[in-house]
């Protein structure tokens, strides 16, 4: 029986990419699953990253010891073993508790005010240690997964696609720059001619599919969703609100291509486009909108060994889900229903 050969599409959302980690070590025990594409963004270009350099050096289980000393490194521990102990209340005490604490308060306050080029000399981005340790040769190597990490030109709002040998730590750091909290980072771009500096690819791209849309890569992809698409309740308080607007800010770009895919099935199925002019993407996607509707963006930006562990553990078991309802389709149909999100 022939391999089930897919694309990931790995959003970005600071340290909630813990639950991507949770479905990639799961999806990664799959023998007959083939990953041979992956478009990512801030935390998931971090994950597509670490994955892609594990697999090169040790296949699956290299990608699988790769992630894990990835998040090791995020949550500043040996090991998680423990950190369930730190969370006794569950995931929205906890979080309430971190985004009400003194400390996440001042950083706030401070943000507001304050550009981080502030600093001057004592600036330091605080991603640079992990993203130096990674093994470029086998991130920028040329067998499959291929790899694309999506980033925002600050001068004219485009994205940009690194991909190749153009993946290094800026890239990865350029990817996950919230213009906020980050200096801006500087890179020489070949499409421009000229050094340009870039903030956060969820901007244009969280992340982007249509570098996913190659003739050599498969139809299928699974989109790993880590800011929900959805909210019941309305934000009230300037944390909620402003929580809410980037989360629609950053899902913008995605819905966006969705609907563009959604109307071009469309168009094939009415027989207006023939599919052999345009390619049948099968769009899946892995997601935990109850969970992540209890966080907030305080823990995005502060890594708790608590919070992480417990969504590497939801992203798992959301993992375990789709392979049970929809692995049957890989190959065959999308199991996201696209009609039916912009009917």
């Known amino acids: ?72 490194q995020v949550a500043g521990v040996g090991d998680l073993e423990m950190a369930h102990w730190l969370a006794p209340f569950g995931l929205g005490a906890l979080s309430q ?62 994205i940009k696609i690194f991909s190749g040998e153009e993946i290094s730590g800026d890239a990865i750091m350029a990817s996950a720059c919230l213009p906020t909290i980050f200096q801006a980072v500087e890179i020489f771009d070949p499409e421009t001619d000229r050094i340009e500096p870039f903030w956060d690819g969820g901007y244009c791209g969280n992340p982007a599919l249509f570098p996913l849309f190659g003739g050599d890569l498969p139809d299928d992809i699974v989109i790993i969703n880590i800011n929900p698409l959805e909210r019941e309740d309305l934000p009230k308080t300037s944390k909620q609100i402003q929580n809410r607007i980037n989360e629609i800010s950053f899902n913008s770009s995605l819905l966006r ?47 708790n060994p608590a919070v992480i562990s417990a969504l590497k553990e939801a992203g798992q078991i959301a993992a375990e889900r789709f392979l049970k309802d929809h692995k049957s389709k890989i190959g065959k149909e999308s199991s996201l229903d696209l009609p039916k999100m912009f009917g």
């Open 1 to 72: 029986m022939g391999k089930l050969r897919i694309n990931l599409a790995l959003q970005g959302g600071g340290a909630h990419g813990a639950f991507t980690w949770g479905v990639l070590d799961r999806l990664l025990q799959e023998d007959d699953i083939e990953v041979c594409g992956i478009s990512g963004t801030s935390a998931g270009a971090l994950n597509g990253a670490a994955l892609k350099a594990g697999w090169v050096q040790g296949g699956a289980e290299g990608a699988r010891e790769n992630l894990e000393w990835l998040w090791l």
């Open 97 to 158: 508790a971190i985004e009400y604490s003194w400390p996440v308060a001042f950083a706030d306050a401070v943000s507001s005010v304050t550009s981080p080029y502030a600093y001057g000399a004592f600036y330091r981005n605080p991603l640079s240690d992990i993203v130096a340790k990674l093994n470029y040769d086998s991130v920028c190597h040329g067998v499959a997964p291929q790899l694309f990490i999506s980033a925002t030109r600050v001068r004219n709002g485009k």
């Open 257 to 303: 291509e969705l609907r563009a895919i959604e109307f071009v099935q469309r168009l094939i199925e009415e027989g207006t486009v023939s599919s052999d002019r345009m390619s049948r993407v099968r769009v899946h996607m892995i997601a935990d909108d109850d969970l992540m509707e209890q966080l907030s963006v305080a823990t995005k930006t502060v890594p």
